[in-house]
């Protein structure tokens, strides 16, 4: 089956700091979508990206759809505690098949 | 708007007990899913019902049993709770469209069988 390979498995860094994780496919998707997960919470959808090369932001958050559809990645800028949690990737051919989930990077904030 | 609930939010079973976890979406949804998310293992589909009247094993369906009671909602039933088992269960809803793949998920189900 598909398998979706996502890193670093956790991350530590400093409030203030840029932040870069990725997801790469052994096949190709035509969607990727990035999640979070507040502890204790279900995961909420970041952003969706829907065509190779696109490149899509959400305030500090900005996540790019690889060019060969194997990968994509997310970046966060100036990071702030709040944005502690687990962050999963997940891609999908369409809204007529399952979505794959990568198995998360966990994110830590020192103040 | 609530989008999807989970009920309840909380179990603990004895092992061999069974129980049914609750999901209903006010989204009108067609496409339903059950995960569950383990330390280390991230989110592995159990079941899913593509639409109204269909159901489908997913990844890690041994042990479940699954309802698609009507539109709205999605039943996830354990017949003999293993310690195995042990795990937070999110239901999640998505449109069934060729474009629109965003999928919504409720706030899970952490059950504890012992």
């Known amino acids: 089956g598909q398998q979706l390979n996502q890193s670093p498995q956790s991350m530590f860094i400093q409030e203030g700091e840029d932040v870069s994780m990725n997801c790469t496919s052994s096949s190709i998707f035509n969607t990727w979508l990035w999640y979070k997960q507040d502890p204790g919470e279900g995961p909420v959808l970041l952003i969706a990206l829907y065509k190779a090369g696109e490149l899509t932001s959400n305030g500090r958050l900005t996540a790019q759809f690889g060019i060969t559809r194997k990968d994509s990645f997310l970046n966060i800028s100036a990071s702030i505690p709040s944005d502690v949690g687990i962050y999963f990737c997940a891609g999908r051919n369409s809204g007529y098949s399952t979505l794959t989930f990568g198995k998360g990077t966990m994110l830590l904030v020192s103040p | 708007n609530a989008g999807v609930t989970q009920t309840p939010k909380f179990q603990v079973l004895k092992t061999g007990q069974s129980m049914t976890l609750q999901c209903a979406q006010d989204?009108?949804?067609?496409?339903m899913y059950w995960y569950r998310q383990d330390p280390g293992m991230g989110l592995r589909l159990i079941y899913y019902s593509a639409s109204e009247g269909t159901t489908d094993k997913g990844e890690v369906p041994n042990g479940y049993n699954v309802s698609r009671l009507n539109k709205r909602e999605f039943s996830l039933r354990l017949e003999s709770a293993a310690p195995s088992q042990t795990s937070v269960y999110f239901c999640?809803?998505?449109?069934?469209?060729?474009?629109?793949?965003?999928?919504?998920f409720g706030q899970g189900t952490r059950l504890t069988v012992v």
């Open positions: 999640a809803s998505s449109e069934r469209s060729r474009r629109n793949t965003e999928a919504f």
């Open positions: 989204m009108n949804h067609n496409s």
